[in-house]
């Protein structure tokens, strides 16, 4: 069974920093794309950052300077550095990765989502 699972979320003071990790279970790899949502209350969710295979990042102009994303070691990890936090970064952040899952007769790639993790950034 494939599992995304977050961690780290909390509740910070604004100019915080804080540290999320995703770790993929059940899959292959993920190496093709790995990235972090994020959804506030009562607006849509919306794409924070990726990194893809070659370590190619991209960030929405929201977070760029202040968020870094970066993988593990065995490519099925990935953080998310969140500095300088502001109270409009108040959201639950969502790990999502496309992934392999590869068996003795079978190999799909699809993408996959985490439950969330909620960061609060009081003022």
């Known amino acids: 069974q494939v599992q995304l699972t977050e961690s780290g979320g909390g509740l910070v003071q604004a100019g915080d920093s804080l540290r999320l990790s995703c770790a993929a279970s059940g899959v292959t790899d993920c190496d093709s794309k790995m990235g972090w949502y994020r959804q506030a209350p009562g607006k849509e969710r919306e794409l924070v950052a990726t990194i893809t295979r070659g370590n190619r990042v991209y960030y929405a102009d929201s977070v760029k300077g202040r968020f870094t994303i970066s993988r593990g070691n065995n490519k099925n990890t990935e953080y998310l550095q969140m500095n300088n936090l502001k109270p409009e970064d108040t959201a639950v952040y969502l790990c999502?990765?496309?992934?392999?899952?590869?068996?003795?007769?079978?190999?799909?790639?699809?993408?996959?989502w985490g439950k969330g993790t909620l960061v609060i950034v009081s003022s």
């Open positions: 999502n990765a496309h992934c392999l899952v590869r068996s003795s007769d079978s190999e799909t790639a699809m993408d996959y």
